[in-house]
């Protein structure tokens, strides 16, 4: 297994601390095998084997532990009775109440616990009630440029002359780290990639949240996939369904989005401004959790290259741990602003900077900030590497392999 070492270094770092470590993302984003890695650098560090309880929800064989009471006599029957017992359970959600299960185990015994979701709201009302201040979580997402360069290395032995070079592959094939794993044709990929999101949709959203009418879901889907990088409200996907002769409630087109949005399907980013420093309420950007989702599902359609683009950086930044908005300056727009512990980065992207008329658009709105932080404008020509006017113009693919934004 390879390791994640982005993820696997912060949870690391509370190790036998008396915080319930919460690790969530998008399913096969690869959680399962971070937890199992922590298991191993745990007994590495001198837990055996009777203090680690691993159960994955996911097998059959602890299909019969499906509430919170069955799993407190299961983990109690085996809690180590002189030393802390190490908890792991793998995609908890499947357990009826599994939060109260938890809050018990961390009251009632000696125990250090890690737990995966594909669900964003295991963090009900109720469990951050139970649990207020005692955890901690971790978002993980799917494969990095920089962790997809390594995978491919490690099982294809694929070693590009330049990252150039291989990004093209990375924004064909997106992140999931199953593809990586082995030579796959496109088709091959889409398919795998369609059964991801086909699993997604079916336990994480239709299941969880009691969706009746999955045709919609899956046209709400399709609409926010083919509007990847463009700003748009709930009513404008409500004014495109009356346009398709079909009347729906705004309610539920935000409910279906809140469900989307908690299965990491979406991820929906808000307007900032840049001036007044307030966040806006309206004209969000919906960006998917992997981008090869929209291939997966749509095609590839030359006309989304800049919104796949921008969906690209947007994940970087929130892998690096930036809270991410979009940046609205007077009458301009900043594709992204970073936040992150008093910093702040601004981003644009641009698929090609060859028209005069593109490079003025990309550099106007950052030449109106007068801060001292960090401006880029990423494309994917070859030809730029200017760092004039204290902007950074430089290759996509460079910017996803910088130690430091």
Do not use: C
Request: aromatic share 14%; no cysteine.
């Amino acid at each position: 297994m390879i390791k994640r070492s982005l993820y696997l270094n912060r949870i690391l770092n509370f190790v036998d601390k008396p915080l319930i470590k919460i690790i969530t993302g998008i399913r096969r984003s690869g959680k399962s095998v971070i937890l199992q890695q922590i298991r191993e650098e745990i007994q590495k560090q001198g837990a055996t084997d009777d203090q680690i309880i691993f159960i994955n929800f996911e097998s059959f064989a602890f299909a019969h532990i499906d509430d919170a009471r069955k799993l407190y006599d299961y983990v109690k029957n085996r809690i180590h009775e002189t030393n802390k017992t190490y908890l792991f359970f793998d995609e908890i959600q499947e357990v009826k109440d599994w939060e109260k299960a938890v809050n018990a185990f961390r009251v009632d015994f000696d125990t250090d616990i890690y737990i995966t979701g594909s669900n964003s709201r295991l963090l009900s009302s109720e469990l951050s009630s139970l649990l207020a201040g005692r955890y901690v979580q971790f978002e993980v997402y799917t494969l990095s440029f920089r962790e997809f360069l390594f995978f491919r290395s490690q099982y294809l032995n694929e070693k590009p002359a330049q990252p150039q070079d291989a990004f093209e592959t990375y924004l064909k094939l997106g992140g999931f780290p199953v593809i990586h794993t082995a030579d796959y044709t496109p088709a091959e990929t889409y398919q795998i990639i369609y059964d991801i999101y086909s699993s997604v949709i079916l336990r994480d959203v239709v299941q969880r949240f009691n969706i009746r009418d999955i045709e919609l879901l899956e046209r709400i889907v399709a609409f926010v996939f083919d509007n990847t990088g463009n700003t748009f409200s709930v009513k404008k996907i409500a004014d495109y369904f009356k346009s398709q002769y079909r009347k729906v409630d705004i309610s539920t087109i935000y409910n279906y989005l809140k469900a989307l949005e908690s299965s990491y399907i979406i991820h929906r980013i808000a307007r900032y401004d840049v001036q007044g420093k307030e966040i806006l309420k309206t004209y969000e950007k919906y960006f998917t959790g992997d981008h090869s989702l929209i291939y997966a599902l749509t095609g590839i359609k030359n006309r989304l290259i800049s919104g796949v683009l921008e969906n690209i950086v947007m994940l970087e930044l929130k892998r690096r741990g930036y809270r991410v908005f979009i940046g609205k300056l007077n009458q301009t727009k900043v594709d992204f602003v970073g936040e992150k512990q008093g910093k702040k980065v601004y981003v644009q992207v641009a698929y090609k900077m060859t028209e005069k008329e593109t490079i003025e658009r990309e550099y106007a709105p950052l030449r109106k900030i007068r801060d001292n932080f960090p401006k880029y404008i990423l494309t994917t020509d070859n030809i730029w590497n200017d760092q004039s006017e204290g902007i950074i113009q430089m290759h996509i693919a460079d910017f996803l392999l910088l130690d430091e934004i």
